[in-house]
């Protein structure tokens, strides 16, 4: 079978065309093993997918390991070491898609297109198969085409694309209105409500000073927005205090632009519709510890943004405001570099991300050494989220006491908080911290909620009864997903979902997470098909409980959470499907048998199970 | 009803004897031969436990039994039953070695059709002459695929190694005696 697929994989790859193909790829990235990520990536788009020849060239070109190169390429879940078809399909998985109706138009697709999900069809022009969230469950269900983004789907727009690819019509004439991304800002606070024009912020913090500048972020008690809410002062500081490491080190700003939690969406319409402001915060850390270089690791499930982001760089370039002598200052200066992600939730982890960004697969690392003090190429660096570095632009303009008089005592400032699920108006909505969930949900028109997911599966999952809770770091935190789950819907199935996502994105490094993971998985279909027990019921809470004390970072930490909390909450949801409360197989035990039945002819009692043929003497 | 109570209340003194059961099923005996290999403790283990279905017995059926031992994976129709009468009897079941564990050497057949296994040794063998599959009543059906013992019946606890050392075994068993929550460190638990 592997031998069949390799042959069909050299014969749909013309192997001497590689070196043109390959060579301008490897100029433009220098032939640098740090670029492989961005080596792989812009290869396959050119050949489609990453033939074996085609691995060997690039490890020979950057003299790294084979093995090393093949690791990186089968890592990512967006790329693709057989051909994956002409046009390829993915339908976005989050549970908000599901919801509205995208396992029912997969299935459709596959059918008008006459194919098997997941398989490619057998002329090569087609692909339709899942992926993690894409990030636009506030217009879903969702889906990308070649990695192009369209919403809002409808039988009638299934029907229309499955013509579309059997035409073999090109993307770029698809109808405009499929590939609508709206913002759906739905209520705007101190950030969003301001029209902010390129490079002013720069300017106010240039001329407040970089040390001034760090002063007015700690008092602005500016916690990171990206969910663990570390003090981005604190940050700042250690990394401008750092000594870089070698003679040419330099400190790096990162902005983690890698939005994978499901339900999240608020840099998306960051980077869409704010993304001068960003530039401007990552220009301003850069300027506040002393570093000349920042790179944005923007998901590959975002890869539509970059034509937009790099017309901005351009034009920030033009204005004075990137590159050399920024806004007339001889010897400041500040590059941005854009990286793309390749589908791997687990790079949204500070230090995998950084791992991804030197050109390797995303394992997290193990701390400390912190990446303020040891982070990109092992230089002091400071990694924030894009809606921090937004902030941060917004201190540099308003100071930062202004900041710390919204929100609460420790939660400063406002949250950009991504609603979807069941609510009359999903989008993006802009709250200073200490908002109830209740406030929230009588907001975005949520009427019968019975439940809230705040934060992503990775977070927390409320029940009615604690809506009256607050989002703020003191009670709920949250990195901005809020999912809205009616009275209608089963939550057994939502946390079906999540174990599924956990399994998918376990990066596979330690086997806690990639065993755990997967038994978890495995024991929500058995209770799905009707054959789980109160045993699986106490499995799922031993591997909870065997992910938080032994996991090697907090995407396996967190992988049962969404499982425990809805086994808390919800309990009737799972034990309405339970069979028996002590143990039943996962699978049929007759039917084991109806092989070695059909060969021996044989149609007695004892051919079969069941209570006649119980073992004499063997009470049942 | 009165003798229930006086065992009961006998048990939560915890000075009854107790009752072990051990069986072999898909296995291939080692780790029975192990269990022997406790040696002389067999004598201190007769003082606290009496003997229920066992090779060591040659009782054919398990009784009411405080300890079930099962040896081996799930290969065949009687593995199944077996299991099953045990797991009703035993108030705590354990695996122990690697095929009840994990389906062991047995479970290697896994990857193969088993039509096609059981065609081409009865009937296109280069040596088979006139074969047949047998098809006698009297013979447990093989299972399309050897399972370990947790995919049928749930299991209170699992002794790994194949075999476990019999100093293992005696671990594991006095600790269960004595009413602590049995746990074997390192030492015994690799294998190289």
Not at chain 1, 65 to 92: K, M
Not at chain 1, 278 to 298: E, P, V
Not at chain 1, 547 to 573: E, I, V, Y
């Amino acid at each position: 079978m592997r031998l069949r697929e390799a042959m069909v994989t050299e014969e749909c790859f013309d192997a001497r065309r590689l070196d043109d193909l390959l060579l301008p790829v490897l100029e433009r990235h220098a032939r640098e093993p740090g670029q492989l990520v961005q080596i792989l990536r812009e290869a396959q788009e050119r050949i489609g997918y990453l033939p074996a020849p085609l691995l060997t060239a690039i490890a020979r070109a950057l003299k790294l390991p084979r093995a090393q190169v093949e690791g990186v390429a089968g890592f990512y879940s967006f790329f693709h070491l057989t051909p994956p078809g002409r046009y390829r399909v993915l339908f976005s998985d989050n549970i908000t898609d599901r919801m509205l109706g995208s396992a029912e138009m997969l299935d459709r697709l596959c059918n008008r297109l006459w194919i098997e999900r997941g398989k490619v069809s057998e002329d090569g022009l087609v692909s339709v198969d899942t992926t993690s969230c894409t990030g636009l469950c506030d217009q879903g269900p969702a889906l990308l085409v070649n990695g192009r983004a369209l919403t809002r789907m409808s039988a009638e727009r299934i029907d229309r694309i499955a013509e579309l690819i059997r035409a073999q019509l090109p993307l770029a004439d698809w109808p405009p209105e499929y590939f609508r991304v709206d913002d759906n800002i739905r209520r705007r606070d101190s950030l969003l409500s301001v029209d902010w024009p390129a490079g002013e912020a720069l300017q106010a913090a240039i001329a407040r000073g970089a040390e001034a500048m760090l002063a007015e972020m700690k008092r602005s008690n500016l916690r990171g927005r990206g969910g663990a809410g570390f003090t981005t002062a604190i940050k700042w500081e250690s990394a401008r205090r750092a000594p870089c490491h070698g003679e040419s080190g330099v400190r790096y700003v990162v902005c983690n632009a890698d939005e994978g939690e499901p339900g999240t969406f608020k840099d998306r319409v960051l980077l869409s519709s704010y993304a001068d402001l960003l530039f401007d915060g990552m220009t301003i850390a850069g300027f506040t510890i002393g570093a000349a270089r920042g790179l944005l690791y923007l998901r590959g499930e975002y890869a539509w943004l970059l034509p937009a982001l790099r017309e901005k760089l351009e034009r920030r370039r033009r204005d004075g405001l990137l590159g050399t002598a920024l806004c007339g200052q001889p010897g400041l200066d500040f590059e941005i570099d854009i990286h793309l992600g390749a589908g791997a939730y687990v790079c949204g982890e500070e230090t995998a991300l950084l791992e991804s960004l030197e050109g390797r697969r995303g394992i997290p690392r193990i701390r400390p050494p912190f990446p303020v003090s040891a982070g990109y190429r092992g230089q002091p660096t400071v990694v924030n989220n894009v809606e921090t570095l937004c902030k941060a632009a917004l201190i540099a303009c308003r100071g930062g006491a202004w900041f710390a008089g919204l929100g609460t005592k420790q939660s400063t400032g406002s949250k950009l908080l991504s609603i979807s699920g069941d609510v009359e108006t999903p989008g993006i909505y802009e709250y200073p911290f200490g908002v109830s969930v209740e406030q929230v949900l009588r907001d975005c028109g949520a009427g019968n909620a019975q439940a809230v997911q705040v934060g992503g599966p990775s977070g927390i999952c409320l029940a009615m009864h604690e809506f009256s809770r607050s989002i703020a770091f003191e009670d709920v935190p949250t990195a901005g997903a809020f999912m809205v789950f009616g009275a209608h819907r089963d939550m057994f199935e939502v946390a079906r979902n999540f174990a599924h996502f956990f399994r998918h994105e376990s990066c596979g490094f330690c086997t806690p997470c990639r065993v755990g993971t997967s038994l978890v998985a495995d024991c929500m279909d058995k209770i799905a098909r009707g054959l789980g027990t109160q045993y699986e019921i106490n499995q799922v809470f031993k591997i909870h409980r065997l992910l938080h004390a032994a996991s090697h970072c907090g995407l396996g930490q967190a992988a049962c959470n969404p499982l425990f909390d809805t086994l808390q909450k919800f309990r009737p949801a799972y034990e309405r499907r339970l069979c028996s409360l002590d143990f039943e197989p996962a699978f049929d035990l007759d039917q084991a048998l109806a092989a070695a039945r059909q060969m021996t002819g044989r149609d007695d009692p004892a051919a079969h199970f069941g209570l006649a043929a119980r073992l004499p003497g063997v009470a049942s | 009803m009165a003798t229930e109570m006086r065992v009961e209340s006998a048990a939560v003194a915890g000075n009854r004897k107790l009752r072990l059961a051990t069986a072999s099923l898909a296995g291939c005996f080692g780790c029975h031969m192990s269990f022997l290999d406790i040696d002389e403790r067999l004598f201190a283990l007769v003082e606290r436990v009496d003997f229920d279905r066992s090779p060591l017995t040659d009782i054919k059926h398990c009784g009411p039994c405080d300890i079930g031992l099962i040896e081996g994976g799930i290969c065949n129709a009687e593995n199944v039953h077996v299991l099953r009468e045990f797991r009703s009897h035993c108030k705590v079941l354990i695996a122990i070695g690697a095929c009840a564990i994990n389906g062991g050497l047995p479970a290697q057949r896994n990857h193969l059709d088993l039509g096609q296994c059981l065609q081409e040794v009865y009937l296109t063998a280069p040596d088979v002459v006139s074969g047949q599959i047998p098809n006698d009543p009297e013979l447990p059906l093989p299972l399309d695929k050897v399972h370990p013992i947790h995919e049928i019946v749930r299991v209170d606890y699992v002794i790994p190694g194949c075999p476990p050392s019999g100093d293992a075994i005696w671990k594991f068993l006095t600790d269960l005696l004595d009413g602590r929550t049995p746990r074997l460190g390192h030492p015994m638990l690799h294998f190289d």
